[in-house]
């Protein structure tokens, strides 16, 4: 299977016996981390610690020296896709990604083009291989990406939003041109991750970060569609090892039929689905991960421990779970109380396996 010394994530996702549920976390390096925050004053912007490859090395592997995590994900940004393309990437103090380039008429998006990985996008490929090395076959590395219609959302919007109207309104008014620029965006999400299992990546997880604002015949249409075409041309095995990938779409929790039947080997579940009727729908099809909310990580010890066995109860025994929040780990979130989730994972979850 895999010369790991812990290989109990990329078991898991592919529903073989483990013995506990392993456990890491979305953005589990980050602002968090008081050792982020000097890493990134250091750097300057966190585009520049993105960038270099010797600084995210360093990142990613901050959580693993504080947590006893089953896992590494690469440290950078679902946006350097864009950023490749030559929509000027940008991040504004306190507010988050923005383009300088926004598509908005038919002429960009009609000379949109695929990066190439191996040039455009070399820093992330040597940060992988970097961030490889290091783990020194200790535990599995995860590479990720947005999904086609997530990076859309920034890519026409020009940054972040919170009702997303000018992506909305190219979906009703000129759906052509919205799925011209989805379909330049799946060929360069699957040429990158290409490129990551390329480089060293174990896994690899596609973040639907957005998806979920759709109806559900324009999710499976705007998004669902190009993440199963990105799935059916992905490497699914190297150097002698089965590439597991994963799929979250955040607000997805109605659509988890459809989304099992892409041929991913694992879902992500947000906060707000329950895992033990997800596990009903889908457990017999793919793997599951999540879904503790991350406000629970501002709690107390005694909550957290409470919390992260509800979760593992209602998943029940057997194989198939990858303890993960339901998003993103908060800013403000104590990182002792990462620690008190992580230990708890682990010791509750032993007899369940």
């Known amino acids: ?92 103090e306190n507010q988050g990604p923005k383009f300088t380039k926004p598509l908005r008429d038919e002429r960009d998006i009609e000379q949109l083009r695929v990066p190439d990985p191996g040039s455009h996008l070399r820093y992330v490929m040597d940060a992988v291989s970097q961030i490889k090395k290091a783990l020194d076959n200790e535990l599995p590395l995860i590479g990720f990406s947005g999904s086609p219609f997530t990076l859309a959302c920034y890519m026409i919007e020009g940054a972040a939003s919170a009702d997303f109207i000018q992506v909305k309104t190219m979906l009703y008014r000129r759906p052509d041109l919205l799925h011209q620029v989805l379909a330049t965006n799946a060929r360069a999400v699957t040429a990158y991750l290409n490129a990551q299992i390329e480089s060293g990546a174990q896994v690899v997880m596609i973040f639907d970060t957005w998806g979920g604002i759709l109806p ?43 989304i099992a039947a892409t041929g ?44 992260v066995e509800k979760i593992l109860q209602s998943f029940g025994s057997g194989n198939g779970h990858v303890f993960n929040l339901g998003h993103g780990v908060m800013q403000t979130t104590p990182p002792e109380h990462v620690a008190v989730m992580v230990d708890a994972v682990h010791d509750l979850s032993r007899n369940r396996h």
């Open 264 to 307: 991913c080997d694992a879902i992500g579940l947000d906060w707000r689905t329950d895992i033990g009727l997800a596990r009903k729908r889908v457990g017999h099809q793919v793997a599951l991960q999540g879904n503790l909310d991350p406000a629970v990580l501002l709690s107390s010890p005694d909550i957290i421990v409470k919390e």
């Open 1 to 92: 299977m895999s010369k790991l010394k812990n290989d109990t994530l990329l078991r898991a996702l592919l529903r073989q016996p483990t013995p506990y549920t392993p456990v890491w976390l979305m953005r589990q390096a980050g602002r968090y981390l008081p050792e982020y925050k000097e890493t990134r004053e250091r750097a300057g912007d966190f585009m520049a610690l993105c960038r270099n490859p010797d600084l995210a090395t360093e990142i990613t592997l901050q959580p693993l020296a504080r947590f006893k995590l089953d896992a590494a994900i690469l440290f950078s940004d679902i946006l350097t896709i864009p950023d490749a393309m030559g929509l000027g990437l940008y991040f504004a």
């Open 216 to 258: 559900s015949a324009a999710y499976h249409e705007f998004s669902l569609h190009y993440i199963e075409q990105i799935l059916s041309n992905l490497v699914r095995e190297h150097a002698g090892s089965r590439i597991p990938t994963i799929v979250f779409t955040k607000g997805g929790g109605e659509y988890l039929e459809s």
